[in-house]
Each structure stands twice: as C-alpha cells, then as structure tokens.
C-alpha cells in the first residue's frame, strides 16, 4: 500500500478559523432580509454585497436604536398619559413642544429605515411588516403633531417613540440571530491553489493558474495541491481526493490516470498533462451546481410579514373607515380622528414587531449551546417536515480517519506490541493516513518509539529502513505479490479494510488492517431518526462493500455507493420529486451541491468549510445524534413562533372593534390610554412566552 506526504495543515486552519469566526458571521445576514424590504432589493447575485457593507448597516441600525431609545424616555416622561396611568404629574415648561422636537427626531431618524421601507413595499405593491408600522407611527406623528398646534385631544407621542425603538430593537434581535450570506463559493474557489509550475523547455517556471492552458506540462510536488484537471504524464504518487470526490482513502495516480484539480499530492513527484482549465474544470463545475441548486433554493415568506400584510390591509381599512363612519354619524372632526388614530395605533403593535424575532434569539442561542449553529432559518423552522435523512459517510457518520481494526501475528516469536514498535520506528517518517494510524497507536500503548535510518519509499508499495540494526519493511500487497513472498490468507474485509505487512529482515512477521471508524453516536441518531419515522439513506462515493459494510452495521433502511457528487444532487432531487422532504448531511466539497439541494442542508463542524458554508445548519460538535435533536428544536420553535403570531395579531378580534367604538352606545369604548396598555400587555405576553421556549428544548 503507497504512502504519501499527505498535508492537511491548510484545512486543520482554514476549518479552526471557520469555528473561530462562527460568532462573528451571526451578524453578517446583515439586514439581508430587511434590506429587501426597506431598500427594494431581491436575491442579490452572490457576493454583490460585501461584508463590510453589512457590518455598516448594522452599525447604522444600531445607532438608531440607540438615539431613539435616549430620546424617548424624556418624551415618555412628559407624557401627560403616561403621568395619569402612572399617577404623578409633572409640570415642565414648553413639555408639548418639547415633546413634539424630541418626536420628531425620533420619528424621521429612528423611524427612517420603516418609512423608506413602507415607499418601497408600496412601490412594488407588497405592503408588509414595514407598510403596517410605517403607516402607524406616520398616522401616530401627524396626528399628535397636530395636538401640538391646536387641535383638541391627547396626543401620541409616546406610543410612537416606544412604537419606532421597539421595532428597532426587534429587528436588532433578529439581524444578530440569522446567520451571514454563504460564502460556499469563494472557499470553492480558494481550495485551488494561486500558482502552477509550468515546465517550459525542460525548465521549470512559476506562473498564475489563470495562465495555464490546455496542453501545458505542469509539476505538482509533493505536499501541494494540484492546479487543475489533467492526465499524468510522468510519475507516480497517490492523491488526497476526499475533499472533492468522498473517496475516503489516497488514490494511486500513474502515467495516463486523469487527476483533479485541488486535489492534494502525496509523497511521489507528477509531471501532469493539464485538460481542463477555468469554467471546464471539475471543481468549477462543482461551483456551478452550488449557485445554481442556491437560485432555485426558494426562500418560505416569513408568517410575520403575511401577518403585517393582512394586517395593515385591516388597519387602513378599519381607520378610515371608523374615521368616515363617526363623521357620517355626526361626530366631530376632533373624534373621528382620535378613533381612527387609536385604531390604526392599535392595529400595529409591539408584540408583532418582536413575536418572530424573540423566538428566533432563543431558538439560536439554546441551539448553539446543543450543538447546532444554525444558519438559514426558514430550513431550521422547516426541519420538523423532513421525512428522509441522506448521510454522507466519511467524517459523518464514520471519523474520516482510518484507524487499526486489528493486528494479526504470524511469527509466534514477535508480539503484537514489538511489531507495532518496528513498524511505529519505520512509519514515523511519513504523514500518511496509515502512519498516523500506526503511530497514534503505538501512543495508546505507551510504546516507546525507536528511530530509524536509512529511511526508503517505495513507491506504490510502502516504507523501509533500518530499526536497530534491522531491516524493517511496512508494506501493502502490491509488494507481497511483485516479490511473491508467502504470507497466510488475510481475513480482512476485501475492500473494507486496508492491510499492511511487516516485514522484519524480509521475513513477514503479521499484517496490521485499518478501517474508517464508526462514530459510537451514529447507531443511536439512526434508531432516533427511525423512532420519529424517519427514513435515513447512506449516500458515498466510497465503494459498494463499504457501503454496505456501514449501512448494515448501523441497520440503515438503504445505502448507494460509487455517487458522484453530481449525483449526489441528482439523487436528492430525485426523493424531492417523489414529495419526501430531504436533509442531507456531509462534509466535503462532495457534498457542496446535495446540501445546497437538500430542503434542509446539515454539515458537520469538523468537515470543510464549503461544506459548512453551504449547509443550513452546522452540527458544531459533529454528533449526528444532533440531527434528532435538530428536528426536535425546529418543531419546538416553529410552534412557539405561531402561539406568538396568534397573539399579537389575534387579540385584534377584540381590541380593533372597541377602539373603532363599535359599543359606544352602551358605554363602552376603548381610550388611547387603554389601548397603549392592550399594547404593552400584547408585548409582555409574547416575551413571557418566547422565554418559556428555553424550558421545552432543553
């Protein structure tokens, strides 16, 4: 078996800053949705929108909820409803127009991103949640403004100042809860490597891979990364493909075999025929399936803004049309007004601006504290519909590091742990998945490891060199059959399990056999997954033995093997098309396009960052026992979320007929004080019930 320089440095890094940042990217949604809302926009093209542009219209926001929230308390003070339900009086000079300065402030700038939201969705018309709580600070401004200058009445200043800061401050909650815009592609992009050395007249040279061209002679050292698609010429190595094909072990690359791009090289030099370049290559074709399985990835419209829409065509509605019936009745203007005002106020109010928004704050925090750092909440709220569950296999549902399955002795002499010194001594000189292996058991042993001299590779057969004085050869089977050396039958797993001999002064003294270790945590996911009636598939690119090795020790309802990554696509597209709903979970390039697909897209936190860039939740632990409790969270949340919605806007049923003054005549009528209090009532009820969600998914 051919060991190679096998370097995973760069991944390790890139993935430890992808957890490091994972903080950092809450904030990056950056307004994504409420930018369409308040700015027109629709999808905007990937990467359109940097990161330095969110950050700004974050901080932006921010302030103005700030400003809004130092100038409101002064006008709530001053407020003479205020003062009554409160019982004390406060005289202050000028205190209405002061009131009305410290409002108008609050309501051109704090209130801003509401209006210039509310011309958009009218422009467009779409009225929303920003029509509904523009039209109701602007009716709440110009009628107060208009107390201030004579018209009879109590004026609403204060409403409107808690009305904008509680709205800022829930679209604050929620900017800070929705994870960032994807970056699957620039990290598509970035596995390849910047440079290429091209052989030009029997010398090599330097170049940007963007100059590289169909036909060109290229030279991949071992340890780099290969810089695009093309057929070896010269040389012979074995390739780290896991990250872009699934294929969990190195694969032998000799003269004529076609290698990918980004692929990393192991210990053998390869002088490579490039193919493929640019849009042509595997890898961009791999992009190309991301971007466009992400454009037809529609996103579900939140319940809130269907609730604002409906609400503000009932509130525009019932406003003018109290204020139209009290003048037909024979009221005064100063009446009429106050109804439709109390009404339209009423209409809009706190809880709804926060019903959605608290829930998503708890959901994503509780969930980051179990495992799951979520990143698309429609799929989050969604994934109480999965009926099918597609695995990725290596690094999800095994470790993705091979490790000794079993140490066979044949001479009676050796035993297992002075076979597992030598070939620890000899393996020591190779970063190769077999090696680690080989040493990462030596140090469960506490096996002191000797060093060696006259380190060899051999090429596509193993490693040799002298250990004490002898000579000691790990090696595969290619090696055993060139030499036609006698060895017993291996009862390892044909293409299951890996096998290396050791050979001690060219004598076979036993064999060791390593295999891709099952998480202990994943039988337990499969049995929770097929307790809810959920039907879970294992999706590889590994061979068909494997497979089945995995799928029938976890008792799995079915395998494929030998996938493609496109036709890891084709084959969630597939079970969408039969009415199942689909999460896919993996780790690699591989799987970049299937999560994309997948109605709800999981990546393990220790695979690599496409995968998790491109997944809607990322399982930060990489326990798949967390995809049961996935599903778990995201019908607690999707439940608490209606409950609050029937809240804020179901006690209009009874609040909007009494404020209209539907029971005048017989006394009873609903006063702007009340209706402020039905308000805040509305809002601590919601709250109250968004904290109990701690208690049901814990």
């Known amino acids: 078996m051919n060991h190679e320089h096998q370097h995973n440095k760069n991944h390790h890094q890139q993935a430890t800053e992808q957890k490091d940042q994972a903080t950092e990217r809450l904030e990056e949604k950056a307004l994504h949705g409420h930018e369409q809302a308040m700015h027109g926009d629709t999808h905007p093209p990937h990467g359109e929108h940097g990161h330095d542009h969110h950050r700004m219209m974050i901080a932006d926001f921010k302030k103005r909820f700030w400003v809004s929230l130092v100038l409101s308390v002064p006008v709530i003070i001053l407020s003479p409803m205020v003062q009554h339900i409160l019982g004390f009086s406060l005289d202050v000079p000028y205190s209405l127009y002061i009131a009305f300065v410290l409002s108008s402030v609050i309501y051109f700038y704090g209130g801003w991103p509401f209006l210039t939201g509310l011309a958009e969705e009218v422009k467009k018309g779409a009225p929303g949640m920003m029509t509904l ?67 030009r007249d029997g010398e090599t040279v330097k170049v940007p891979i963007e100059e590289l061209q169909k036909g060109d002679l290229i030279l991949v050292k071992p340890g780099e990364k290969v810089p695009a698609d093309g057929v070896v010429e010269d040389g012979e190595s074995h390739l780290n493909e896991s990250m872009l094909t699934g294929e969990s072990k190195p694969v032998k690359k000799t003269r004529g075999e076609k290698v990918i791009g980004g692929a990393i090289n192991g210990n053998g030099a390869l002088r490579i025929r490039v193919e493929f370049t640019g849009k042509e290559s595997y890898l961009n074709k791999v992009i190309t399936l991301v971007q466009e399985a992400q454009k037809t990835k529609s996103e579900t419209q939140r319940l809130a803004d269907r609730a604002a829409k409906w609400l503000t065509y009932v ?58 750092l979520i990143r698309n909440r429609t799929a989050f709220e969604n994934s109480r519909k999965i009926t099918t569950v597609i695995f ?37 000189n190779s ?37 004490e004085g002898k000579d000691v050869k790990v090696v595969g089977p290619n090696y055993i059959r060139e030499f036609n050396i006698s060895v017993p039958a291996s009862q390892a797993e044909e293409g299951v399990e890996t ?6 002064e060219k004598k076979p003294v036993g064999y060791i056999t390593m295999r891709d270790q099952i998480r202990e945590e994943s039988a337990k996911a499969i049995q929770v997954l097929q307790q809810h009636g959920i039907r879970n598939l294992l999706l590889t690119g590994d061979n068909e033995r494997v497979a089945k090795s995995v799928s029938d020790h976890l008792q799995m309802d079915g395998f494929l093997a030998n996938v493609l990554p496109h036709q890891k696509q084709e084959k969630v597209k597939e079970l969408q098309a039969k009415g199942e709903f689909v999460a896919m979970t993996g780790d690699g390039v591989n799987d970049a396009p299937a999560l994309a697909q997948a109605d709800v897209g999981i990546a393990v936190g220790s695979g690599t960052d496409v995968a998790a860039e491109t997944a809607d939740i990322i399982l930060v632990n990489s326990n798949p026992q967390d995809i049961a409790s996935l599903i778990l969270f995201g019908k607690a949340t999707y439940r608490k979320m209606i409950q609050n919605l029937i809240w804020a806007t179901g006690y209009n049923l009874i609040a909007l007929p009494l404020a209209a003054g539907v029971l005048y005549h017989q006394g009873i009528m609903v006063s702007p004080a009340v ?3 039905l308000m805040s009532l509305s809002t601590v009820i919601v709250a109250i019930n968004a904290q109990l969600l701690r208690r049901e998914i814990k």
């Open 315 to 372: 509130a525009l509605t019932a406003g003018f049309g109290t204020f139209a019936v009290w003048l037909l009745l024979g009221q005064n203007l100063a009446f009429a007004l106050e109804r439709m005002v109390t009404v339209m106020v009423i209409s809009c109010p706190h809880a709804l601006g926060l019903a959605v928004p608290l829930v998503v704050a708890i959901s994503t925090a509780v969930s980051a504290n179990n495992g799951l």
């Open 133 to 199: 709580i523009g039209v109701a600070i602007t009716v709440a401004y110009l009628y107060s403004s208009a107390i201030v200058f004579g018209l009879e009445g109590m004026d609403f200043f204060w409403e409107l100042a808690t009305l904008i800061v509680i709205m800022l401050l829930g679209h604050r909650i929620e900017m800070r809860s929705v994870l960032g815009a994807s970056k699957a592609l620039e990290l598509l992009v970035s596995m390849m490597p910047a440079e290429a050395m091209l052989i």
């Open 392 to 428: 990725d296999k290596t690094g999800t549902l095994t470790q993705g590091s091979h490790e000794i399955a079993s140490v066979v002795l044949f001479d009676k002499a050796m035993d297992e742990q002075e076979m597992l010194r030598l070939a620890a001594a000899v393996e020591q």
């Open 431 to 467: 970063e190769h998945f077999i090696a680690q292996s080989i040493l990462r058991r030596a140090k469960e042993e506490s096996i002191t490891v000797p060093p060696s001299q006259a380190f060899n590779y051999l090429p596509g057969k193993g490693l040799e060199g002298m250990v």
């Open 675 to 677: 209706g402020a209090a």
């Open 499 to 504: 096998v290396v001999y050791v050979l001690v």
